[in-house]
T-cell receptor
């Protein structure tokens, strides 16, 4: 398996623009997570899905952020409109509900810079 | 809620041993993860402890004391490639779907 795939790897945009981040989880994994990482706040969970259904979005900072998972192999995180304080690395992760450890597998991340 | 504390930064010499501590105060506990994250890369799984004691895996070992809310990651025979951030994450009881909460991470710098 290729692991968790994210695109784009880097995104530079101007304040006010819409940004869409994409994620393909590992095949067969039924949980998908979106995280944001900054120096100030560390790794923060934004939202997670189970079997394509959003379970907990309490980490989404505000209404400008939205996430969807239309099928088991694809998810998007959208920011509209973007602001400079949204600059961060956004990670997608997936895991299988089976197994004892429930280890999460992270994608390579999308480094977002909002000017 | 969850509160996880780790030192922000540590430095060590190549070939030496370093211990990275993690303390936690949580409303429930069902295991503790350690992840390694190299600069510009994704976190990768290192270890998982659910019972008290030491788990050894090659040069890396992880220790857990549930009564003290304390864990450490021990790195032996340090190599330059061990320079990375090390994240401690606590897994809640099953009511929380086992979603771990991550600490801020400890940046380890290994000098020659």
């Amino acid at each position: 398996d290729a692991g968790v795939i994210q695109s784009p790897r880097h995104e530079v945009t101007e304040m006010g623009q819409e940004v869409t981040l994409r994620c393909k989880p590992i095949s067969g994994h039924d949980y998908l997570f979106w995280y944001r990482q900054t120096m100030m706040r560390g790794l923060e969970l934004l939202i997670y899905f189970n079997n394509n259904v959003p379970i907990d979005d309490s980490g989404m900072p505000e209404d400008r952020f939205s996430a969807k998972m239309p099928n088991a192999s694809f998810s998007t995180l959208k920011i509209q409109p973007s602001e400079p304080r949204d600059s961060a690395v956004y990670f997608c992760a997936s895991r299988d509900s089976g197994g004892f450890w429930n280890e999460q597998f992270f994608g390579p991340g999308t480094r977002l810079t909002v000017l | 809620g969850q509160n996880i504390d780790q030192p922000t930064e540590m430095t060590a010499t190549e070939g030496a041993i370093v211990q990275i501590n993690c303390t936690y105060q949580t409303s429930g506990f069902n295991g503790l993860f350690w992840y390694q994250q190299h600069a510009g890369e994704a976190p990768t799984f290192l270890s998982y402890n659910v019972l008290d004691g030491l788990e050894e895996k090659g040069r890396f070992s992880s220790f857990l004391s549930r009564s003290k809310g304390y864990s450490y990651l021990l790195l032996k025979e340090l190599q330059m490639k061990d320079s990375a951030s090390y994240l401690c994450a606590v897994r809640p009881p099953s009511g929380g779907s086992y979603i771990p909460t991550f600490g801020r991470g400890t940046s380890l710098i290994v000098h020659p």
